[in-house]
């Protein structure tokens, strides 16, 4: 029943991905091959190869080759007998939960990957769905931009893309000719390119003095007052509650106006000049509607941002999302990749051996002892900038990920072809790769099991420690090691490298838990010990 359900899983996914990029839309991780194909050029060719499954003016092939491969999948797995699970097999997994450690580690690593596969649904600045005019739409599962004056937006503002957050601001405010609902993310905020306004906090004035949000302690500091629509008014710093310092001053069209040097309220220098009166223009807001302005690094919890703001002012929050899903998605593709490689070429190595083997050594050993540091920043500076990105990382840590692999697989290879059931497999006249894949693979699955955690815990700290240093992903991409970098740059602000940093210890532990749980119940010793 499990393997019918997540066949059929696997083919619904395959037909939605591809139906709806035919329509237009995007489904959260399942259109990721196509999104990828639209960043990545070498991932798409000219629709004239493809007219009919070609979107965009486009044939995102690496898009619909993820599509065939769900398929495939699906279709394989109601294909076959599925998987006999033999008494080891059992004994092994028992083994495996009855380590606490390892078990909850791999179910809430679990959570946090279905998490990350909700993708727009929990994280965007694109709302989920508007109903205006009587009519509603759903901006975050189509790929066209809607302008905000398809929702009544008129100027310059009205032909760029809406502004979905100020909308449901003017929703919940009952304002005439806003939208009649809003339904934003739980993070309202893109991971990246995405900067939030400062967060404000409302200040109390009260007979002729200021004071924090408590109302009893007199304000120290820098306070502001905004215009309706949202731009600066006033900025003045206060001593003791009372004006004391310098003041500038902005027109509702952001136009500095007025400048002044208080002292103790009374002003000591100033100059004015726009229109109307200086009073005027000084009572355009009223006074109690100070408040403090936290520039960007925001800390947690002002403005909505649960984990602040990092220093371009980016959701902090919404980036460690970001960063998730870049490091799930580099596992995904970078575990095949090495395995593949270092599997054939191991097995190769044990069951041929002779000059294949010691050509494949050598060759190991050369490649080996390149600089790996140095090969990333040479081929940045070689690689134009629309070529770099995930891909391009990827297969420059694919190239060098798959040796220390190679040489355990050998290993394990030069010793089960010793065993009599190879020896009478050959007898019979069976082909070399029919042993390979019938006999001497199924008997490495311990070691491929054990190594699998290990190595999700290799990419994730090898991703950040390039993009640490400023050789990994472009900025277009949310990373860990860019939020790293950027906190211990403001050690002023702790928030920021303090979340990037439990963020990866908390992933990383989870990991190197569920690896050691996978060594252990995979251990022959302590599976003949376990009862």
Not at 212 to 219: A, M, N, Q, S, V
Not at 371 to 387: T, Y
Request: with cysteine; hydrophobic share 45%.
């Amino acid at each position: 029943m499990k393997k019918n359900t997540t066949a059929f899983l696997l083919i619904l996914a395959a037909v939605a991905g591809g139906w709806a990029e035919l329509c237009g839309w995007q489904i959260p991780t399942v259109s990721w091959g196509f999104t990828c194909s639209r960043e990545v050029p070498l991932l798409r060719c000219a629709a004239e190869y493809c007219p009919w499954l070609a979107a965009d003016g486009a044939f995102h092939w690496f898009g619909w080759l993820c599509m065939l491969a769900l398929l495939a999948g699906g279709v394989f797995l109601l294909c076959s007998r599925g998987v006999r699970v033999t008494p080891q097999r059992a004994k092994r997994w028992r083994h495996f939960k009855a380590m606490r450690r390892g078990y909850v580690s791999m179910l809430l690593l679990v959570g946090v990957i279905l998490l990350a596969a909700l993708d727009q649904c929990l994280v965007g600045h694109r709302a989920l769905a508007v109903k205006y005019d009587g009519e509603w739409c759903f901006p975050a599962f189509t790929r066209a931009v809607i302008p905000g004056s398809r929702f009544g937006v008129q100027g310059a503002d009205g032909l760029a893309e809406a502004d979905y957050r100020k909308m449901k601001l003017a929703a919940e405010r009952g304002l005439s000719g806003a939208a009649e609902c809003v339904v934003m993310p739980p993070v309202p905020y893109e991971p990246t390119m995405d900067a939030a306004p400062f967060p404000r906090e409302p200040l109390v004035y009260r007979d002729g003095r200021l004071y924090e949000p408590d109302g009893t302690t007199r304000y120290n500091g820098l306070a502001c007052r905004f215009h309706p629509n949202g731009t600066m008014h006033l900025r003045q710093r206060f001593r003791d509650g009372k004006p004391d310092g310098f003041t500038q001053g902005w027109a509702a069209d952001g136009q500095e106006v007025y400048s002044a040097h208080l002292r103790g309220g009374e002003p000591q220098d100033e100059s004015y000049s726009g229109g109307g009166t200086r009073q005027d223009f000084l009572n355009a807001t009223a006074p109690a509607d100070y408040c403090r302005v936290y520039y960007h690094p925001a800390p947690p919890l002002t403005g909505g941002h649960l984990l602040g703001t990092n220093s371009q002012g980016a959701d902090i929050l919404a980036y460690l999302y970001g960063g998730l899903q870049v490091n799930i998605k580099a596992a995904l593709f970078y575990l095949p990749v090495i395995y593949a490689v270092g599997l054939t070429l191991g097995m190769l190595m044990g069951y041929l051996g002779g000059r294949f083997d010691l050509f494949t050594q050598r060759v190991i050993e050369i490649v080996s002892q390149l600089p790996f540091l140095f090969v990333v920043m040479i081929l940045s500076g070689l690689v134009p900038a629309d070529l770099r990105g995930l891909v391009l990382t990827l297969g420059l840590m694919a190239a060098f990920g798959w040796m220390q692999m190679t040489y355990l697989i050998r290993t394990a290879t030069m010793r089960e072809k010793t065993r009599d059931f190879v020896a009478a497999a050959r007898t019979m006249g069976a082909g070399t790769f029919y042993v390979m894949w019938r006999h001497i693979l199924p008997n490495l699955v311990s070691i491929i099991v054990t190594l699998v955690p290990f190595s999700v815990a290799a990419v994730i700290l090898s991703l950040t420690s390039l993009d640490y240093l400023g050789f990994g992903l472009p900025e277009t991409y949310a990373s860990w090691g860019r939020l790293l970098s950027d906190g211990l740059a403001k050690l002023s602000c702790p928030w920021v490298v303090t979340s990037a940093f439990c963020a990866l210890v908390t992933v990383l532990l989870l990991v190197t838990f569920i690896g050691e749980a996978v060594r252990e119940a995979y251990d022959p010793r302590e599976l003949t010990r376990y009862e």
